[in-house]
């Protein structure tokens, strides 16, 4: 197998079916195992890998294992498996918090292992990943592996003091994207219009706007102003929300994201 997969639940699908979709690897490359039966169906079922019961046989099996169980699992799932992984075989840690030398201290032996933050919108093709490796991943290693991860989405490779804020800024923000699309909704349906529609205009301005950023490469300020006619409708929305403490609050939470993934 090419790629193995230790836990299969909402993280690992959304990359499996990228992977896939984009051809990086067959279905037949890759094998799952999981905890909970009906997730192992389910990838069966719907993405056509390889599953298993036993997360040793997947680490056996796998030239490039995931480790894509909760963080708090992590210990468990890897002195488990640590006996039949090898100095050729590569980890891929999803875990936030969970440092190369915490994972390495654990195996307790020389292992590659590469840490990644990847994101939920894989499942679409538009995931980014952040990723750092150890000492005993060489760049070829690393480049393939960014290549499997690329079937998802983007990946930029950071040092690995910034990895508990790609967390905050990625792994995590598809939730408060979505929390911002539900509202803007809401405020929609509250005026009248049908839900269908209200998500429909939030997430696509939501989704053009990111557009605009990554294509203009203008100052999301600049893009802003753009919006704000003088005396017109935006420039009453930009008061109250600075008044109501709209950056602030982005900007506590994501503090509190990234500091709760340095404790994990
Ligand atoms: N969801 C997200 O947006 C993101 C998640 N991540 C990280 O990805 C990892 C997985 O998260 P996510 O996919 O959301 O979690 P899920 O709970 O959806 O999937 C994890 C799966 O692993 C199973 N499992 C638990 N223990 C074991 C075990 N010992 N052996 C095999 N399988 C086991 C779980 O079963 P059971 O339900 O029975 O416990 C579950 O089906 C986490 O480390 C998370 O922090 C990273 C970035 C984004
Ligand atoms: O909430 C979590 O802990 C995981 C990590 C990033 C996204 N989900």
Avoid at 95 to 114: D, R, S, Y
Avoid at 141 to 163: D, H, N
Wanted: with cysteine; hydrophobic share 45%.
């Amino acid at each position: 197998m090419k790629l193995g997969f230790i836990g299969c639940g909402n993280m690992a699908s959304a990359m499996i079916g990228g992977i896939i979709r984009n051809e990086i690897f067959s279905a037949d490359e890759i094998i799952a195992s999981d905890a909970f039966a009906p997730s192992l169906e389910s990838a069966k079922n719907k993405l056509g890998i390889h599953t298993t019961g036993s997360n040793k046989e997947v680490a056996r099996k796998s030239e490039v294992i995931v480790l894509s169980v909760k963080p708090q699992y992590y210990e468990t799932v890897i002195k488990e498996i640590a006996d039949v992984v090898d100095e050729k075989r590569i980890i891929v840690t999803i875990a936030p918090g969970k440092t190369l030398e915490w994972i390495g201290n654990m195996f307790g032996k020389a292992v590659k292992v590469v840490r990644t933050m990847p994101n939920t919108p894989a499942l679409v093709g538009e995931g980014i990943t952040g990723v750092c490796q150890n000492v005993l991943v060489n760049d070829a290693e690393l480049e393939y592996v960014c290549g499997i991860l690329r079937g998802f989405g983007k990946a930029e490779v950071v040092p690995e003091s910034l990895m508990d804020v790609v967390t905050s800024v990625s792994g995590s923000s598809p939730a408060y994207v979505f929390m911002f699309i539900e509202a803007m909704a809401d405020a929609a349906v509250a005026d009248g219009m049908p839900r269908d529609k209200a998500y429909k205009f939030a997430a696509q301005a939501v989704y053009g706007s990111a557009k605009m950023v990554m294509e203009t490469g203008m100052h999301p300020g600049a893009l802003k102003d753009m919006v704000c006619s003088p005396g017109g409708t935006t420039i009453e929305a930009v008061r109250v929300l600075e008044k109501e403490g709209f950056r602030s609050s982005v900007i506590e939470a994501m503090k509190a994201c990234t500091n709760k993934a340095r404790g994990l």
